[in-house]
Nanobody
C-alpha cells in the first residue's frame, strides 16, 4: 500500500502564494506518475498538474504560468507551488501517486481557500 500525507493548504488572499507538499510512504516502487488534482464544491475532480517518471510535467490551462509541480525523489515527496492565486482556485487539493504495483493512491485532501 501507498500512504500519502498532504500539507500546506490554507486561506490566502487573491494574488498570494501557497506551497502544497505530499509525502509518500509504503510501497513506493516503480512510480509512474505523481500529481495534484482538485475538486471545488459542486464540480468534478480535475487534474491540476502531473509529473511523470521521466520528469515531464503537464498543467491544466487554468494554472499554466502560475503553478509549478516538482518532486524530490529522495524524499518521495511531490510539491505544488501556487502563485498568483485566484478565487477560482479555491478547492480541496488531492495528491495522487501511480505505481506499477499499487495503481493509483490518493491523499486525504487539503483545503485551499482564496479570498477576493
Amino acid at each position: 500500500q501507498v500512504q500519502l500525507v498532504e500539507s500546506g493548504g490554507g486561506l490566502v488572499q487573491a494574488g498570494g502564494s501557497l506551497r502544497l507538499s505530499c509525502a509518500a510512504s509504503g510501497s513506493i516502487f516503480s512510480v509512474k506518475l505523481m500529481g495534484w488534482y482538485r475538486q471545488a464544491p459542486g464540480k468534478q475532480r480535475e487534474s491540476v498538474a502531473v509529473i511523470i517518471a521521466g520528469g515531464t510535467t503537464t498543467y491544466a490551462d487554468s494554472v499554466k504560468g502560475r503553478f509549478t509541480i516538482s518532486r524530490d525523489n529522495a524524499k518521495n515527496t511531490v510539491y505544488l507551488q501556487m502563485n498568483n492565486l485566484k478565487p477560482e482556485d479555491t478547492a480541496v487539493y488531492y495528491c495522487t501517486v501511480v505505481t506499477s504495483k499499487e495503481g493509483s493512491s490518493w491523499g486525504q485532501g487539503t483545503q485551499v481557500t482564496v479570498s477576493s
